[in-house]
């Protein structure tokens, strides 16, 4: 697509319950990221896929949150159990390569602005 | 470990005035990669400026400039002749080049343009 796409754009959920946040990357992008940013906050990095595969997945709170990709592309990031804390906005990036300098080619999605209640 | 600093969390500035946006690092990697980006009320990212740790000169970008300190590791934004529409949150991020793809953001700085 023309650009990296996210949804829901907005979920609201009950504390306990698991929800699924969709990325979709724009065609041809190796690399993809997801974020999450707090309210009034800075993006907090979460997890980086190489093709398929999560070369970094350091930043995942607890082992309540899970991402994956298939095909190289659509990525899915879940959250089981969710918690109040878990409420925020995720973003999702993607770029050519990962470890290149261009940094114009890392481009972000609109976000999931998720709500526990 | 990687930190971005920002030590602004708002700003004012009168339009068309110029305004510098503070950002300082904390790397002992040699090699990364410093970034801006602007974060509208709309919520999506829009990239700025880079300055690569090898460049030898100040990245610029139209309005944008970056006043980079090596070593001092500030990496200071400055935006000339602001307008209404640069009101928005401002992130400064760093990537290290031995780390993968990863930026590390800064908790932001939010500009608003009086007219």
């Known amino acids: 697509g023309a650009g990296v796409s996210q949804s829901p754009s907005n979920k609201v959920t009950e504390k306990g319950k698991d929800v699924e946040l969709r990325c979709d990357p724009i065609?041809?992008?190796?690399?993809l990221y997801w974020y999450r940013q707090s309210l009034g906050q800075g993006l907090e990095f979460l997890i980086y896929f190489q093709g398929n595969s999560a070369p970094d997945k350091s930043g995942l709170p607890s082992d309540r949150f899970s991402a994956e990709r298939t095909g190289g592309s659509v990525s899915t990031l879940t959250i089981q159990r969710t918690q109040q804390e878990d409420s925020a906005v995720y973003l999702c990036?993607?770029?050519?390569?990962?470890?290149?300098?261009?940094?114009?080619?890392?481009?972000f999605g609109s976000g999931t602005r998720l709500t526990v209640v | 470990a990687q930190k971005i600093t920002q030590t602004q969390p708002g700003m004012f500035v009168q339009e068309k005035e110029a305004v510098t946006l503070d950002c300082t690092y904390d790397?002992?990697?040699?090699?990364?990669?410093l970034f801006w980006y602007k974060q509208p009320s709309s919520g999506e990212m829009i990239f700025l400026i880079y300055?690569?740790?090898?460049?030898?000169q100040n990245a610029t970008e139209g309005r944008y400039s970056l006043n980079f300190q090596k070593a001092r590791k500030s990496a200071n934004l400055v935006i000339s002749a602001s307008q209404l529409g640069d009101s928005a949150m401002y992130f400064c991020a760093m990537r290290v080049y031995n780390q993968g793809g990863k930026l590390i953001f800064g908790q932001g700085t939010e500009l608003s343009v009086k007219p």
């Open positions: 065609s041809g992008h190796t690399a």
């Open positions: 790397t002992s990697d040699p090699s990364y990669g």
């Open positions: 300055q690569g740790s090898y460049d030898q």
């Open positions: 990036a993607s770029s050519l390569q990962g470890a290149l300098r261009d940094a114009k080619g890392y481009t």
